[in-house]
């Protein structure tokens, strides 16, 4: 599991540590781990240290004194380190006069001759995008150039991941203690490039952000076993599509028959559409471990909703399933319940607008997990799944921006309905639902069709169980 911590918490845990360390400890420890990857990267791409071009933009705060002490550390192994300060009166004393010593120099303006620019504008003590002087800087970083971001890039709110304004982009970030959700979410997230941490030796509580791997995957998906038959494990039944929308109910049977449940069963009008599709399908009512509902539902048709609500089993309600729902009904449940909103759907389930969604994504999906009393899985370009009373919100750190094409969250719905049918709770199911669709989105690659996501399940399920 990556676990990624707000800056309060990170403040917090470095006041503890600098208590019991000398002054200034933590920012050397910070400074040669972020020149140990600098040195690592130039190492790559000439072949040594020595000799080689440096920029540090240089920012008035802690994280311009940590960029000057790594310039002076490359400095002493030759590299010729040029800092250029955001603001010439206001440079890290300390870390200038070490950078001075190592015979680094300052400079007013950005050299374009360069092997390797080290963005030390702003780290966690950043608010807002790059205002114009750091701007200005960010603007003149020469193209082609590799550009390592100290502890985040400058311009990405590190706990939310928004990007109010300029930000710098870059190939690597060097994150100081603990990864900060701002370097898991979008657009911060692709704006950080691969991301390296140093440990500084924090000591940190629970984290408030977590992203899935690999592994984790693999611990959570219901595997067969020798004594397993179709019913133990599970049946998940789909109440989707309409005469206006048959292809929603084919695209969530699609997911939820390659998410490991025993049989998926389907009850609603496209059942010829699904049959000539999927001859497993079981059709009308019957017995499940989950109900898929609301893709393709279309109007009137909150009966189906309150009954199924009403139900014992596990139920995932996604698109018109969730027009109008009650917090009270949803709160009295007692098996698992998901709710998977896109933004427009979680606006209309707080009442407020989609850009406020939009805007702070992780405060929205916190507050419809703690109204609800449901796992809510909130789709976007980074998909995010908190439930209520839970600390840690998921981010889904597979997927492709190709993802957003018609029917891709039908195929989800169904995916982690599946889950659910096998026994997942509402956050495991969405979250592991998310990464498998991500995963076999990047698969398919390309402009891709929702079904030839579905098709792509069973590989990416393999890549995670067998890697
Ligand atoms: N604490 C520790 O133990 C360790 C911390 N470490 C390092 O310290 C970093 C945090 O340092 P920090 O707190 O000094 O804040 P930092 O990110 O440098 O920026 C604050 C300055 O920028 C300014 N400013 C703000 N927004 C701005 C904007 N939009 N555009 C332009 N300017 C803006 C703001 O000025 P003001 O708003 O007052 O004008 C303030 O002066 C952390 O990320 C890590 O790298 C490591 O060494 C490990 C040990
Ligand atoms: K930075």
Redesign the pocket.
Known sequence: MRTAYSVETV?AA?REL?ARLPEGA??L???AGLAAVCAGLLARRRGRVYGSRVVLLV????????ALYAGARLARRGAGVTAVP?DPE?MHAGGLAALRAAGGRVAQAVPQRADLVVDG???????????P??AALAERIPPGVPVVA???PS?VDADTGEVAGPAVTADVTVT??AYKPGLLIDPGASRAGAVHLVD?GLELPEPEVEALQHADVAGLLPEPTASSDKYRRGVVGIVAGSAQYPGAAVLAVAGALRGGAGAVRYVGPAADSVLARYPETLIGPGRVQAWVIGPGLGEGRAGEVADVLAGDAAVLVDADGLRGLDPAVLRARTAPTLLTPHAGEAAALLGVSRESVEAGRLAAVRRLAERYGAAVLLKGSTTLVASGGVRAVRVNPTGTPWLATAGSGDVLSGLAGSLLAGGLSGADAGSVGAYLHGLAARRTGGPLLAHQVAEALPAAWRDTTHP
């Open positions: 403040r470095e600098m933590l920012m420890r910070a400074a920012g008035p705060g802690d994280n311009g004194g940590d955001m206001r504008l702003l780290g966690i003590g950043g608010r807002g995008g790059l205002r002087a750091g100290v502890d985040l311009g100081f203690g500084i």
